[in-house]
């Protein structure tokens, strides 16, 4: 199983409050993703990473920002959270190489619940 | 607007029949497609996958058509097992970092 991380796994907050889950991977992968997952739209990408400080949009970024200092962390930040911002949150990784690239390897989620 | 479709939200079949999964995309652009199964409280798990320029793939139980005319792909199991009791997510990709999910199928499979 690829070594990814995700922190914490479950979370109750409240609206207006700002919110940061943590994924870690120990693969040294390029590419690092945010996905959330809602009943009826399956998997969201929200945001994802190409490198150390190199990030763009997803399909679903409104308001969500990320953070990657390092190659093995990326955040997920909700400035403000939302009751539509409740879903559970998955982190996933590829690789550059040609037998790892074209696979999307997955954390085990966060639930966030934002009341 | 999604790029890949599932319009089968579930799917109940007996234990030892052929389950038959399918997705629809759009994008043309698409280079493989994925299929992933979730089980609850847990994170998508790979599966199989196809290259755009075959037709087939099989591992095992698992068999993964593609008609590129029709932009359809589909996912045979056989035969089903209670253990494949799960949510499946079909999945393009293009571009090296470009991954676009369906909404899912709910596979049960009865003892």
């Known amino acids: 199983d690829a070594g990814i991380t995700q922190s914490p796994r479950h979370k109750v907050t409240e609206t207006g409050t700002p919110v940061t889950l943590r994924c870690h991977q120990t693969e040294n992968h390029r590419y690092m993703y945010w996905y959330r997952q809602d009943p009826g739209h399956g998997l969201r990408l929200i945001h994802y990473?190409?490198?150390?400080?190199?990030?763009d949009k997803g399909e679903v970024s409104d308001g969500y920002s990320v953070s990657r200092s390092k190659t093995e962390d990326f955040l997920l930040t909700l400035e403000s959270a939302t009751s539509s911002q409740t879903s559970v949150y998955f982190c996933?990784?590829?690789?550059?190489?040609?037998?790892?690239?074209?696979?999307?390897?997955f954390g085990s989620g966060t639930q966030l619940s934002v009341l | 607007d999604q790029q890949v479709k599932q319009n089968s939200p579930s799917l109940s079949v007996q234990e030892g029949r052929i389950s038959i999964l399918n997705c629809d995309y759009t994008n043309s652009m698409f280079d493989y497609f994925l299929w992933y199964k979730k089980y609850p409280a847990e994170g998508p798990t790979f599966l199989i996958s196809?290259?755009?320029?075959?037709d087939k793939n099989e591992d095992g139980r698992f068999t993964v058509f593609l008609n590129k005319s029709a932009k359809h792909l589909s996912l045979h199991i056989v035969p089903s097992q209670p253990g494949d009791s799960a949510v499946y997510f079909c999945a393009g990709f293009y571009n090296f970092n470009k991954f676009y999910f369906g909404s899912g199928t709910k596979l049960n499979v009865k003892p």
């Open positions: 990473s190409y490198g150390v400080k190199d990030t």
């Open positions: 996933a990784i590829s690789g550059d190489s040609f037998s790892t690239n074209e696979k999307l390897f």
């Open positions: 196809i290259s755009s320029i075959k």
